[in-house]
């Protein structure tokens, strides 16, 4: 890690031209970025220390830096780089993609019964299988965090703000992570979870938007939301049949008891992902995508 006078000024000193910014949050901000040092379009996310809480300040972004440092899969997003400046910014360069995996669904309407949304979802699968593998869990998986090449054929998780390791069964997880609209029942309840069976709830909830365009749970009124998802998933009216191993594997993953659900490892080896599907069906088109 570098360390010198830090912020976006540091940045364009090592060479980074930056772009506009892609997203923003309450301590940091991240930018689109080109550099003569690494081949294509880079986003750099700059985070202010000076800013940040104590939570983030001392647990979740020495946790980010640690995983991030480690971690090499073709289906996770890249890091080149991390500089720390002493004006108390830190900054990771990753690859930048297209698009992501919402705004995709949200161009399409859904993809349902689609090679698309198989190949997407396997890819998905493969990332959270290596993290797990280590012992290392996500804990905001959605889809704005699946990002997508302009070609439409590589899906890469990103942004490991909420990551830790979880090295043992009783290695129980306490903080609230991710978005409540893709959070587990236990999570949303506040009981001490099991964070690889949370991050496989989220899973369930992206396959379902995926094939359906819809959430499965409203999360207008968060502390109903466990009765709904006791309840189990209804299926929009009007919308075309999906398969039955579809169907049958997000039943799975958004089973209410921990337990009941699924490994990664499981998930991998389900019929549906290794099913031949609507073969013949066009790519779907990427938005922006010439």
């Not at 968060?222 to 929009?236: D, L, S, W």
Request: proline letters at 7%.
């Amino acid at each position: 890690m570098s360390k010198t006078d830090g912020g976006e000024k540091l940045l364009c000193e090592l060479g980074y031209k930056l772009g506009h910014t892609l997203g923003e949050g309450t301590f940091s901000k991240v930018k689109a970025a080109t550099s003569k040092k690494y081949k294509g379009p880079l986003a750099i996310k700059v985070m202010d220390r000076r800013r940040a809480s104590p939570d983030f300040l001392y647990k979740f972004l020495p946790r980010e830096l640690s995983i991030v440092r480690k971690i090499r899969h073709p289906n996770i997003v890249r890091v080149f780089e991390l500089i720390e400046g002493c004006d108390g910014k830190v900054c990771i360069v990753m690859e930048a993609a297209a698009t992501d995996l919402l705004q995709l669904v949200q161009h399409l309407g859904k993809l349902p019964c689609s090679p698309k949304a198989r190949d997407i979802f396997i890819q998905i699968v493969a990332a959270l299988r290596y993290l797990h593998d280590r012992d290392l869990v996500h804990r905001d998986l959605k889809c704005e965090n699946v990002l997508l090449t302009a070609d439409g054929r590589r899906a890469k998780l990103s942004d490991f703000g909420f990551s830790k390791e979880a090295t043992k069964c009783s290695d129980l997880s306490t903080t609230f992570c991710g978005s409540p609209a893709y959070a587990s029942p236990e999570l949303l309840m506040g009981i001490p979870y099991d964070a690889k069976k949370s991050d496989i709830w989220s899973l369930g909830v992206m396959l379902y938007m995926m094939v359906t365009g819809y959430m499965p749970f409203d999360d207008t009124h968060i502390r109903r939301m466990p009765q709904q998802q006791k309840k189990g998933v209804i299926y929009p009216q009007g919308l075309p049949p999906l398969p039955e191993a579809c169907r049958a594997l997000i039943a799975q993953l958004l089973q209410f008891s921990p337990v009941a659900r699924p490994t990664v490892g499981q998930v991998a080896k389900h019929k549906w992902l290794r099913e031949d599907i609507c073969v013949g069906n066009p790519s779907p088109e990427i938005p922006g995508e010439q």
